[in-house]
């Protein structure tokens, strides 16, 4: 099974409202993360970043000023994940995947259908509804440290959630070939000639 583990920074909560300022990703094939295989770029935002939001992610408005279009960026990634893989994002369902198919209905841009899954549905499935499920304290249990990892920067957070979902995957199965989790349905930019 193919994965591609992802995750977004944003100007704020809501995708009808809010802008993509990142993207960054990992492939992971047969349970490995691929370190080659790493898609990353800021996303340049038609209106400024709000301060809480530079202070959280670290990401300025200097760093995305000349950083491509939401429509490039957006059609990089879709040519990263390729045809048949699943998407993964911790909160995705919520959040990360409501981002993309807003961003592309926002800016014109066709879309496909893709499999997608919550990396909370992992978590969920383990340890059912002790502790919570936020990122945090997934990687406390499965324990992957965030230390020298800027969290709530993109590049820093697929790194930690690759590591997290390859631990609980494994708990759950030995097999990377079938999925232990319910999948959903996502869109992404639909691909030129496909």
């Known amino acids: 099974m193919n994965l591609i583990i992802f995750d977004l920074e944003t100007t704020g909560l809501l995708p ?85 198919a807003e961003n592309c209905k926002r800016h014109g841009i066709p879309v496909r259908e893709t499999s997608a899954l919550d990396s909370r549905a992992f978590s969920r499935k383990i340890w059912g509804g002790r502790g919570g499920h936020g990122l945090d304290a997934v990687l406390g249990r499965v324990g992957v440290s965030s230390k020298g990892v800027r969290r709530h920067d993109a590049r820093g957070d697929v790194q930690l959630l690759a590591q997290a979902v390859q631990y609980m995957w494994e708990r759950l199965t030995p097999s990377f070939s079938n999925c232990p989790v319910e999948l959903s349905v996502g869109v992404i930019p639909a691909l030129e000639g496909a």
């Not at 802008?19 to 898609?39: C, L, T």
């Not at 209106?47 to 760093?63: C, D, E, M």
């Open 16 to 100: 009808s409202q809010h802008e993509i300022i990142q993207i960054a990703a990992v492939k992971v094939k047969d349970g490995r993360w691929d370190e080659g295989e790493y898609f990353d770029s800021y996303v340049r935002p038609e209106n400024r970043i709000p301060s809480f939001i530079t202070k959280l992610t670290g990401i300025s408005q200097a760093q995305v000023a000349d950083a491509p279009s939401p429509v490039e960026v957006l059609t990089r990634f879709s040519q990263f994940v390729g045809q048949d893989a699943t998407l993964i994002a911790h909160n995705g369902l919520r959040f990360d995947m409501r981002f993309i």
